[in-house]
């Protein structure tokens, strides 16, 4: 079945102490990339991967690091997470195209709550 | 700034009602648009999209969905709404030649029986 996975779904941490949240998906997809989804925000990126060894930052990158070492993950990594970071955060991927013409799959989200 | 504006932040409609969730967008060209879908404790799943070509397009769960350009809007409908329905759904772009999706805000719909 195609899918992305995240784990973990679930995850409550203190401030400052290190995380990471992976993403991994069997569709063997270029593009990868991070949101958070936040009460009135809709959906906003934090960083996406074009595709192996290419990251770049999104939207709202501050505080999150990425990495892409293998095409099927995309782990997200929160050096010294902060309350502000409390949200739920999703991975998605899909197909490139120079016209950007590909459906993004999602995985099913990790609410992350930072105390 | 590319953008995408859902007007309305919560709909209740009954059961068997029409729907219609308006969804504005900002950019110069026109760009890649789609309806996604997120149900509660889920993810998002893609209802349909619009690259070109003819103007009213059908998704899945009976959804479709209109491009005005004149407008800038890609109004989502349904005619007749079923109480799985009730869920949050959110309007995106693509801007051309990216692999960019700019998101909109969310409706969230509830349908009483």
């Known amino acids: 079945e195609a899918q992305v996975t995240q784990n973990p779904r679930y995850l409550i941490t203190v401030t400052g102490k290190k995380l990471t949240v992976t993403c991994s998906q069997n569709m063997n997809h270029e593009y990868m990339s991070w949101y958070r989804q936040d009460p009135g925000l809709g959906l906003r990126q934090i960083y996406y991967?074009?595709?192996?060894?290419?990251?770049d930052k999104g939207d709202v990158p501050e505080g999150y690091k990425v990495s892409r070492k293998e095409k099927r993950n995309f782990p997200l990594i929160l050096e010294s997470p902060s309350p502000n970071q409390t949200s739920l955060y999703f991975c998605?991927?899909?197909?490139?195209?120079?016209?950007?013409?590909?459906?993004?799959?999602f995985g099913p989200g990790t609410r992350l709550t930072v105390t | 700034a590319q953008s995408v504006t859902q007007p309305d932040i919560h709909i209740t409609v009954s059961e068997g009602a029409s729907l219609e969730l308006r969804c504005n967008y900002s950019?110069?060209?026109?760009?890649?648009l789609f309806w996604y879908v997120q149900s509660p404790g889920q993810g998002l799943q893609l209802l349909l999209k619009y690259f070109s070509g003819d103007t009213l397009v059908q998704g899945i769960k009976g959804f479709e969905a209109e491009f005005k350009r004149s407008q800038s809007s890609f109004n989502l409908r349904k005619p007749s709404v079923h109480w799985s329905d009730a869920a949050e759904y959110f309007c995106?772009?693509?801007?051309?030649?990216?692999?960019?999706?700019?998101f909109g805000t969310g409706t969230r719909l509830q349908v009483f029986p």
């Open positions: 995106a772009v693509a801007p051309y030649n990216t692999d960019k999706l700019i």
């Open positions: 991967s074009m595709n192996v060894e290419v990251t």
């Open positions: 950019y110069g060209a026109t760009p890649y």
């Open positions: 998605a991927s899909s197909r490139t195209s120079t016209g950007g013409s590909y459906e993004q799959y």
